[in-house]
């Protein structure tokens, strides 16, 4: 076919397709079961002062972030799609698939939200990895470039970001002081 690659038709998509859905399926899965746990441990320590600094309070503590707070509002506001929606976010959608967990969203009804957000991802990324392979076949040097760009933006993207980031050490209450 004219203008279409030809590893679309020839080449191991399917297979690095097959690979990373397994790869994001499984780990979605662990996200959301983490944290569900950490909230048991939550509603456990609660009730116990012994235990307020064990290994399963300090994890919910996690879970109390303004990273957290946003996917929850997230959620709320989107409802079960917001699952598939994180999935075209980097870092967002951890925080919303742990939420999901840690906030005892039905295990089933986010297992059918998030397995068309697995297949966009997934796809997502088997584009990105073989026109990678593609660029690398044509010139290395082309590659090179690319991935320097590609660099140069999430490090860009970071300072702008710890820029706009309030400070939270200054109040020594907060969960994130040091």
């Known amino acids: 076919m004219p203008g279409v690659p030809s590893f679309i038709f020839d080449g191991p998509w399917w297979g690095l397709f097959s690979f990373l859905t397994g790869v994001v399926f499984f780990r979605t899965q662990a996200t959301y079961w983490l944290a569900r746990w950490a909230r048991t441990g939550a509603d456990a320590v609660a009730d116990r002062a012994e235990e307020r600094h064990s290994r399963r ?20 506001r989107r409802g079960y799609v917001a699952i598939p929606l994180s999935f075209f976010t980097v870092g967002f959608q951890t925080m919303v698939n742990a939420t999901a967990g840690y906030t005892r969203m039905r295990f089933d009804l986010y297992t059918l939200a998030m397995i068309p957000g697995c297949l966009a991802w997934a796809t997502i990324y088997t584009a990105i990895a073989l ?3 593609e660029a ?17 933006v999430v490090v860009g993207l970071n300072l702008w970001r ?6 939270v050490a200054a109040d020594p209450t907060s969960p994130y002081a040091s």
Do not use: H, K
């Open 136 to 152: 690398w076949l044509r010139s290395p040097w082309l590659l090179v470039l690319g991935v320097l760009v590609i660099a140069a």
């Open 57 to 76: 309070a300090r994890l919910a503590r996690r879970f109390s972030g303004p990273g957290m707070e946003r996917a929850r509002e997230f959620i709320e």
């Open 162 to 167: 710890r820029r706009r980031a309030p400070t």
């Open 131 to 133: 026109s990678l392979w």
